[in-house]
């Protein structure tokens, strides 16, 4: 293998030709057509075992690393790539001759390329089954050595460690009479690091999660771990912020499947703004709320209209007539497949996004002439167990609110129970009241919202507010509260209204006054003993 000596700097140097890659993947998804590709300019490929038991298999030519180091895999495979022949190749400066000097004496030859996928350590700690020594075991040592030896030497190697440009790197060498450019070193250089720092990020996630005992490691007691460490990778830049003054950009989880809002499948419509996002994520949540058909129509991240029914249709329909005005420019969620008629009536009203996992093919018809219409279809659910929020010069964590209740949780408090009608109605709404930012309060039938009062500084005046911008008549309906009431007001207050039934967390030190009131006014009240407070 020859020797390559660059004269010109390292920051002149544009094309490079890659003359010798080392490759070790635990994905080979890819591998074998990339390796043809690379020996069809002569590159000489050294391999570890399993790839290099891989390429073969392909009918590709390749050399084991430990007959190019001249020193065998030991540990059972521990240690096999850390060796000077191999790091020594890729941090060689091509263009300083004290460099090459050295190099040449010990009998190293410049590595051009790594392309490497690390041991798939996230999937052992996925697996239920795995205990702490097989996931030990997946922690990879050599894979991170080779990609950082690379990445920092850049100017000269291409550390390849997302088979995702596989495609690209192959063009380029085509292109190119086997070379490749400084830029496309410099992106591949810049992944490489976020994949290492991502990779140990999760390594020390895991440990951070765990605590020693004489009896092995296991996993601590219930608590948040003293290091969190993110690792965000971004999805696209957005067209702005919050406000056009202001930047923004989307980013997801790397190296996790997409999920959640973040990783919906854009169908239709203009670019998706940072807003749209964030009610969108508001939609979503809620709907998860329910079994049954049902929509959610969301205006500034707080619902307008909510509705369950026997199929999608009634229940937007029902949801959009919860406050019509609102309606207009709202975010919609549905729980099931868009169908023809669903969509006949979401393309009669103006709304900005519409979430569902499946669209069918008439709705989509229907749909896509409105050309601004941002069309998401979700994917898998979001499983996280924690929230996170930025403040400044920190952020706080906390559990996600998973928390349902059903009847036999509940704590009727008055001398009257609610009726079997009244209860559905007080679980619906209570479903939806923990989706509206406090101080909230729920107006509703079994079937769907009657009117809502979101972020009033006074509890009693989330009642008016409600009770005073619903559309349809709440004479009879049910009340749901996110926190308890403090004082009597906002309970008289509903009763004037027609409320018959109220759900309410109960624990103020006024509680015996609050349920007088509603006795007096022939109310029936459950306490819950949860909070639903969402700032």
């Not at 890729?90 to 030859?109: C, D, M, N, T, Y």
């Not at 854009?266 to 049954?292: C, M, P």
């Amino acid at each position: 293998m020859s020797l390559l000596c660059e004269k010109q700097s390292a920051m002149n140097v544009d094309l490079v030709p890659i003359r010798c890659a080392l490759l070790s993947v635990s994905d080979k998804t890819g591998l074998a057509d990339f390796a043809r590709v690379l020996r069809e300019f002569n590159v000489q490929l050294l391999s570890t075992g399993g790839t290099a038991k891989h390429l073969r298999a392909a009918g590709i030519a390749v050399e084991e690393i430990s007959d190019y180091t001249g020193f065998p895999e030991i540990l059972d495979g521990r240690v096999k790539t850390l060796h000077p022949r191999v790091h020594g190749g890729l941090l060689a400066i091509r263009s300083r001759p004290s460099h090459q000097v050295q190099i040449r004496e010990q009998g190293i030859a410049p590595i051009d390329m790594v392309v490497v996928k690390l041991y798939p350590f996230r999937e052992a700690v996925a697996r239920a089954e795995s205990t702490f020594d097989e996931v030990v075991e997946q922690i990879d040592i050599g894979g991170p050595s080779m990609v950082r030896s690379a990445a920092k030497n850049h100017a000269f190697v291409a550390a390849v460690t997302d088979p995702r440009d596989y495609g690209r790197i192959q063009e380029e060498l085509k292109g190119n009479e086997g070379r490749i450019g400084a830029a496309t070193r410099f992106m591949l250089a810049q992944k490489a690091f976020a994949c290492t720092a991502s990779y140990d990020s999760a390594i020390a996630a895991y440990f951070s999660e765990r605590a020693w005992s004489p009896e092995g490691i296991q996993k601590a007691p219930a608590g948040f771990p003293a290091f969190e460490a993110l690792s965000l990778e971004k999805i696209r830049d957005l067209r702005y912020g919050e406000n056009p003054h202001q930047r923004g950009a989307l980013y997801g989880l790397a190296a996790s499947a997409p999920c959640g809002v973040a990783g919906a499948e854009v169908l239709h419509g203009k670019e998706i703004s940072y807003n749209n996002l964030l009610d969108a994520d508001a939609a979503w949540e809620l709907i998860l709320e329910f079994d049954r058909p049902a929509a959610a129509l969301i205006k500034h991240t707080n619902p307008c209209g909510v509705a369950q029914s026997g199929d999608l249709e009634a229940a937007y329909v029902q949801a959009r007539e919860c406050d019509p005005v609102s309606a207009f420019g709202s975010v919609v969620a549905l729980n099931g497949e868009v169908d023809g008629a669903t969509a006949t009536e979401l393309a009669s009203t103006f709304v900005e996004v519409i979430l569902a996992p499946a669209f069918s093919d008439e709705a989509l018809a229907t749909l896509t002439q409105k050309k601004n219409l941002r069309l998401l279809r979700m994917g898998t659910r979001d499983t996280s167990s924690m929230r996170l929020r930025q403040i400044s010069g920190g952020f706080l964590i906390q559990d996600r609110d998973l928390f349902t209740t059903g009847p036999q949780e509940l704590k009727t408090v008055t001398k009257r129970a609610p009726t079997a009608e009244e209860m559905e109605a007080l679980l619906f709404g209570w479903r939806v009241v923990k989706h509206v930012k406090s101080n909230a309060v729920v107006f509703s039938n079994g079937q769907r919202t009657l009117g809502i009062g979101a972020g009033q500084m006074s509890r009693v005046d989330s009642v008016k507010w409600g009770a005073q911008r619903a559309i349809l008549p709440l004479q009879g309906c049910a009340m749901a509260s996110d926190a308890f009431f403090p004082f009597a007001d906002g309970i008289l207050a509903a009763a004037s209204y027609g409320v018959r039934a109220v759900i309410q967390p109960g624990g103020s030190v006024r509680d015996a006054e609050v349920i007088e009131a509603a006795d007096a006014r022939g109310m029936a009240m459950v306490f819950t003993g949860i909070r639903h407070f969402k700032h």
